[in-house]
């Protein structure tokens, strides 16, 4: 087992470009989550699908942010348009029942100059 | 309010001394209790969990913790701690909604 795979492992992008993010969770899991992680305020859960269906994305700060599930194999975050304060490590996680536990991905360290 | 508290920010101990990190929760349901261990650049790891049966439970590189629940903490021990050690420790909350809510982290410093 490849484990939770996402790419890139690193983004560097100009302010008002768009950024996307993958994510291909674990097979057999059904859910899949999106954190990012900053200094300053830890890690923060963005969305989360069940069944590549977005359950809650009460976490995603603003439009600028958009992910979406289309199959059980991959998952993408969208940043449009990306901002400095948008620089942070997105990891993507995908668990299988609730008492299992998450396994997370390598994360992706994007920088918005 | 479903919450998680990790007291220490920053940690130090020597190699081969014990370790104690502290964990403090507060869920409604009974809960499913994790801590995982993040490496620098690198992502979370499951050390170990809870979520029912024997309270102390045993996970990975010779961890384990302590379920209490009239104290509502999960605290993490360890008896000799390695220079591998060093890293960022997280403590999570979950249900059966399988949304788990992380603490601020505990970064772990070992002296040589």
């Known amino acids: 087992d490849a484990g939770v795979i996402q790419s890139p492992r690193h983004e560097v992008t100009e302010m008002g470009q768009e950024v996307t993010l993958r994510c291909k969770p674990i097979?057999?899991?059904?859910?899949l989550f999106w954190y990012r992680q900053t200094m300053m305020r830890g890690l923060e859960l963005l969305i989360y699908?069940?069944?590549?269906?977005?359950?809650?994305d009460s976490g995603m700060p603003e439009d600028r942010f958009s992910a979406k599930m289309p199959n059980a194999s991959f998952s993408t975050l969208k940043i449009q348009p990306s901002e400095p304060r948008d620089s942070a490590v997105y990891f993507c996680?995908?668990?299988?029942?609730?008492?299992?536990?998450?396994?997370f991905g390598s994360g992706t360290r994007l920088t918005v100059v | 309010a479903q919450s998680v508290t990790q007291p220490d920010i920053h940690i130090t101990v020597s190699e081969g001394a014990s370790l104690e990190l502290r964990c403090n929760y507060s869920y409604g349901a009974t809960p499913y209790l994790f801590w995982y261990v993040q490496s620098p650049g690198q992502g979370l790891q499951l050390l170990l969990k809870?979520?029912?049966?024997?309270?102390l439970v045993q996970g990975i590189k010779g961890f384990e913790a302590e379920f209490k629940r009239s104290q509502s903490s999960f605290n993490l021990r360890k008896p000799s701690v390695h220079w591998s050690d060093a890293a960022e420790y997280f403590c999570?909350?979950?249900?059966?909604?399988?949304?788990?809510?992380f603490g601020t982290g505990t970064l772990l410093a070992v002296q040589p």
């Open positions: 699908f069940n069944n590549n269906v977005p359950i809650d």
């Open positions: 996680a995908s668990s299988t029942q609730a008492n299992y536990g998450y396994t």
């Open positions: 999570a909350v979950g249900g059966a909604t399988n949304k788990l809510i």
């Open positions: 097979s057999g899991h059904n859910s």
């Open positions: 809870y979520f029912s049966g024997d309270t």
